[in-house]
C-alpha cells in the first residue's frame, strides 16, 4: 500500500455516497496491511489523517456556507438561504447561522492579519463563541485576540469570551434585554427597540426549556 492509497477520501473524485460501513471497512483494510507489513506508521498515518479531516471539516463547511448565503441572489431560488440548508444538509437554521459567522470572522477584517492564521487553525467549537461575540457587536482589541491564540483549550476560550462580554459594545452592536413580563428589547446606544416576547408564564416544561435554549444561546440580559 502507498502513501496515495492511504488517501481516505480525494477532493478530486467524483461525488459517491459514503456509509458508515464503507468507512469502517476503510480503516480496517489500512489497519490490516500495517500489520501485514509490521509498519505501524502506516495506521498511524491513516489516524492523524482522521484528526486532520475532522479538524478542517467544520471550517471548511462553515466557508462553504458562507459563501453560498453570500451568492444566494445568484441562485435564482424564492426560498431563504437557512430554510434551504436545513432541508438539504440537515443543519437547523441556528447552526448554519453559526457556522456562518465563523467564517465571517477570516472574510470581514475582524482579526488582526499578524494573528489570523493562528486563529483559523483553532478547532471550530472553539471560534463559534468569538464569533458570536464579535457579530453581537463586541469590539476585541489587539491583546485580547493574542490570549486567544494563546488559550489551550475550548474552557479557556470561553472564559476569555465572558470576560470580552463584560465590556460595552462597539457603537454598531446591540445589547438584548428580557423583561420580567418576557418581552425582549434591543438596544443600540441610546435607542430602544421591541423585538417580540417570550412566554415566560407558561409553565409547560416543554416550553421553559424552549426559553432556557433561547437565552442561553442569544446571551440575552434579564431585568
Not at 47 to 67: D, E, N, P, R, W
Not at 97 to 105: I, P, S
Not at 197 to 214: D, F, W, Y
Request: hydrophobic fraction near 40%.
Amino acid at each position: 500500500m502507498t502513501n496515495d492509497e492511504l488517501i481516505l477520501f480525494s477532493g478530486l473524485d467524483q461525488p459517491v455516497e459514503i456509509t458508515d460501513d464503507w468507512v469502517y471497512q476503510r480503516i480496517e483494510d489500512i489497519i490490516n496491511c500495517s500489520v501485514a507489513k509490521r509498519d505501524a506508521y502506516i495506521a498511524l498515518d491513516a489516524c492523524k489523517q482522521l484528526v486532520s479531516i475532522g479538524s478542517l471539516s467544520g471550517k471548511t463547511l462553515a466557508k462553504g456556507l458562507y459563501l453560498i448565503k453570500k451568492n444566494w441572489d445568484q441562485y435564482d431560488l424564492d426560498d431563504e438561504f437557512e430554510d434551504i440548508a436545513f432541508i438539504h444538509i440537515g443543519l437547523h437554521k441556528h447552526t448554519v447561522d453559526r457556522y456562518v459567522k465563523v467564517w465571517a470572522l477570516f472574510e470581514d477584517g475582524n482579526i488582526p492579519d499578524e494573528l489570523k492564521e493562528e486563529i483559523q487553525q483553532r478547532h471550530i467549537k472553539e471560534l463559534i463563541p468569538i464569533a458570536n461575540a464579535v457579530a453581537q457587536g463586541y469590539e476585541i482589541d489587539v491583546e485580547q485576540w493574542q490570549q486567544l491564540v494563546n488559550a489551550t483549550d475550548f474552557y479557556t476560550i470561553s472564559k476569555l469570551v465572558r470576560d470580552i462580554k463584560h465590556q460595552v459594545p462597539r457603537k454598531s452592536g446591540i445589547t438584548l434585554q428580557l423583561s420580567r413580563a418576557g418581552e425582549i428589547w434591543a438596544y443600540n446606544l441610546d435607542n430602544r427597540y421591541f423585538v417580540g416576547s417570550l412566554e415566560v408564564n407558561n409553565e409547560e416544561p416543554t416550553v421553559q426549556k424552549a426559553i432556557e435554549r433561547i437565552k442561553n444561546n442569544s446571551n440575552i440580559l434579564e431585568a
